[in-house]
């Protein structure tokens, strides 16, 4: 009889097993993952600057190390004088903006950046990902319709 009894409560019992593993949507197990799946910004190839973020603000720090000209993307007018020069650059301390040199005349302001790394960290190790930096120009005359060059990119 027990061997009755036990063959008859074995598939009860695992049928029981099975429904409590469906459970209902209510319960759901926490795993950490997100709710909603990362956001992407779409890549247009043309590596132009997210429309949503913000430019990080940097000042030169002069005496950096192995300091090269770097080229710009844009350079907004602010003000008459003053010139917003957006550009893709990487962490500090091995991306660090050392000087902008600006050289006006009549038809043209050739800004120039130069980055380099900070001498006081040489073994750093910084990660590989792209930064949306800018830095304020201020010009001696007013922009006035003159052309903005790069200067990084004649010497390139």
Request: overall charge negative; hydrophobic content about 40%.
């Amino acid at each position: 009889m027990r061997t009755r009894t036990l063959a008859f409560a074995l598939p009860l019992l695992a049928a029981g097993l099975v429904l409590a593993a469906c459970g209902d949507d209510t319960e759901q197990l926490d795993t950490g993952a997100p709710d909603e799946p990362a956001q992407t910004l779409p890549d247009d190839g043309a590596g132009d600057p997210p429309d949503e973020a913000g430019p990080e603000r940097v000042e030169p720090r002069p005496g950096m190390a192995n300091v090269r000209p770097r080229s710009f993307e844009e350079a907004e007018p602010l003000d008459e004088r003053t010139l917003a020069v957006r550009f893709w650059s990487g962490v500090e301390p091995c991306y660090v903006l050392d000087r902008v040199e600006v050289e006006e005349s009549d038809e043209t302001v050739t800004i120039t950046l130069y980055e380099g790394s900070d001498p006081a960290e040489p073994d750093a190790v910084c990660i590989e990902i792209a930064l949306w930096k800018e830095v304020l120009v201020e010009l001696d005359a007013p922009l006035d319709g003159r052309e903005v060059v790069d200067g990084a990119g004649a010497a390139e």
